[in-house]
């Protein structure tokens, strides 16, 4: 691609030039753009610029994922964020104050779900790496890979055991990517609850080789995962447990390429009440976390904190930011754009979701959808990875 010029009337643009537009260039312009030569599609569909490509930020999104929509089927809405409406060039703006163009929230898209999904089914999006989704139906055990960009999907071959489907809670299902191996995982851990009750089982998928491998997961006994998504930071899954011997919080951790489990104590530990919230989440690349203190309805202040090694002491942990609330209903429910916290309102307040930038103070609102139902946020990347394997 280097080594070629294209002509466009009096203009032509080096290989550079056009390997810089095409990395802007959204999943479906590229997808079209596979079949203008074979040199194009041997370059569009290589590891160097599908990695490349997915690192742009104009490709970063959220997803709101909401209950339920037409037809009784959950959907999801892509959302993004843009401080001028002309740093953005997409297809369709809806819902659109021009009162609040300062803080403008845009709406790209709500889709739903492309693959077989019955009405009486739970459906949870349970992570998102690199453009792919991790899609877990309760009822059934099935576990989708779907990729939006691409909209291509693959239903997992699901181990033939017993015990893989002998939950009597739901399961912990998690979605990580591994970059010692470029490959991606997903972890189902079941859902033993106290420690005088059956052995806990883990079971790995690896995608590279469509293959399921079961674990020991003594290690977990007595740990009850808190509910949420797993978060995912240089190959290892974070996700909040309860600890069966003294009641306590604790951060989990499983390292995907060396397989193997570990706890992280929480800093600030003794003063965590049964009140406080913890939200993990990612800042910069690094695990970090905000402490929501209040007294279960109102809060009080916030806290971040980010890990600087991963030693599993409360000594890791150095705090960030410590801030008085913008309003006392909000809740954390993630962070987004590597600096950017986000907070949600609970039902039908006005805005429904809220972007704090803790190193400028800035806010961003995105404006309400619809008056009823729960929804979740998921950081998204749109991307042109695989979900077929390699």
């Not at 995608?207 to 020991?216: A, F, K, N, Q, V």
């Not at 962070?335 to 806010?363: H, K």
Request: glycine share 6%; charged share 25%; proline share 4%.
């Amino acid at each position: 691609m280097n080594d070629e010029t294209a002509k466009l009337g009096n203009c032509s643009l080096s290989g550079d030039e056009i390997v810089e537009i095409l990395l802007r260039l959204p999943v479906k312009a590229l997808l079209r753009f596979q079949t203008v030569s074979k040199s194009w599609h041997s370059f569009i569909t290589s590891r160097d610029f599908i990695q490349l490509h997915r690192q742009q930020p104009v490709h970063e999104k959220l997803l709101r994922i909401s209950d339920r929509g037409r037809r009784d089927i959950p959907t999801i809405s892509f959302f993004t964020l843009a401080p001028r409406l002309a740093d953005f060039e997409i297809d369709r703006i809806v819902d659109v104050d021009l009162a609040e163009l300062e803080s403008l929230s845009v709406v790209v898209d709500a889709v739903d779900l492309p693959f077989p999904c019955s009405a009486d089914d739970e459906v949870r999006v349970v992570g998102s790496c690199n453009g792919i989704l991790c899609v877990h139906f309760n009822r059934s055990s099935s576990i989708v890979l779907w990729n939006p960009a691409t909209r291509k999907y693959r239903f997992l071959e699901l181990p033939d055991c017993v015990s893989f489907y002998s939950d009597p809670f739901f399961p912990y299902i998690m979605f990580g990517y591994v970059p010692e191996k470029d490959d991606y995982n997903v972890v189902k851990v079941s859902s033993c609850r106290r420690k005088d009750e059956r052995d806990t089982k883990v079971w790995v998928y690896t995608m590279s080789s469509d293959t399921w491998e079961e674990m020991d997961g003594d290690f977990l006994c007595g740990l009850v995962p808190k509910g949420g998504s797993a978060v995912s930071v240089n190959g290892c899954l974070y996700w909040m447990s309860c600890s069966d011997d003294d009641g306590l919080n604790v951060i989990t951790c499983f390292d995907l390429c060396k397989r193997v489990f570990g706890r992280v104590k929480l800093p600030n530990h003794d003063i965590v009440t049964k009140f406080t919230m913890v939200k993990l989440m990612v800042l910069k690349d690094c695990l970090s976390m905000i402490i929501d203190y209040g007294n279960g309805v109102d809060v009080d202040h916030y806290e971040v904190w980010v890990m600087n090694e991963r030693q599993g002491e409360a000594e890791s942990w150095t705090k960030q930011f410590d801030f008085l609330p913008f309003s006392t209903l909000a809740q954390p429910v993630g962070s987004w754009r590597d600096v950017e916290l986000l907070f949600a309102n609970p039902g039908g307040l006005s805005p429904e979701l809220v972007s704090y930038n803790a190193f400028t103070e800035e806010i961003c609102c995105f404006r309400r959808r619809s008056l009823m139902g729960r929804f979740k946020v998921i950081n998204y990347v749109e991307s042109l990875e695989s979900v077929e394997g390699r």
